[in-house]
């Protein structure tokens, strides 16, 4: 059996940068990401801690250019129906945020959690059956970090339709839409969140809060 690794300070410092460095990304450049780092990160994912150690998580890539324009379709669609939930300064706010990077983004992800999947045997979800959810959300946060540790930035796209991305992309029924996902190198690089710097939110660090 190989011994347990020993992080040491230099190691706990830089995985605290990367936590803080860790941003919802909407700009991208346009140059591909490599297939064989694509591959490791979605093997880095499959390390990530699972209720039961069911695994439920379900990743499809969207490539197909018409798939891709019904995300776009959706995400107008939400996103009007959104900034009509606000008046005045706030809904003029909102409408100069770039919310999304469906259009630039290289790589797409849909991830869906799978309901009905038979591993792990129902272990450890009887009375809390959002575990599942909960699982799929680890894997991506895992993939998050991973993929800014190397140099790529992600962005989870919340503002589209469950039922018209589980439409467009003919998913089984008991696969439930967790997060749309656009990855590919940044434009640029923040520590501070976007919505901060447009002014959307205040940092909570200035609350001592982080």
Request: net charge neutral; glycine share 8%.
């Amino acid at each position: 059996m190989s011994a347990p690794p020993a992080f040491d300070a230099g190691f706990r410092d830089k995985l605290g940068e990367l936590f803080a460095w860790r941003r919802d990304v909407r700009r991208f450049r346009r140059e591909p990401v490599p297939e064989g780092l694509l591959t490791k990160l979605l093997e880095l994912m499959q390390l990530s801690p699972s209720v039961g150690h069911s695994q439920p998580w379900r990743w499809l890539r969207v490539d197909n250019p018409e798939q891709r324009l019904a995300m776009q379709a959706s995400f107008s669609h939400c996103n009007a129906n959104a900034l009509a939930e606000y008046e005045g300064e706030r809904a003029a706010l909102y409408a100069r945020l770039k919310l999304e990077g469906l259009r630039e983004a290289p790589i797409q992800f849909a991830v869906f959690c799978d309901h009905a999947t038979a591993q792990g045997h129902g272990l450890g979800r009887r009375t809390m059956p959002e575990m599942l959810d909960y699982s799929v959300v680890a894997a991506i946060t895992q993939f998050w970090l991973a993929a800014r540790a190397h140099g790529l930035g992600l962005g989870w796209v919340s503002i589209l339709d469950p039922a018209e991305i589980a439409a467009i992309l003919s998913v089984p029924v008991e696969w439930k839409l967790i997060g749309y996902l656009c990855l590919g190198y940044p434009e640029e690089e923040h520590e501070l969140p976007e919505l901060v710097r447009a002014g959307w939110e205040n940092d909570p660090r200035r609350n001592g809060r982080r």
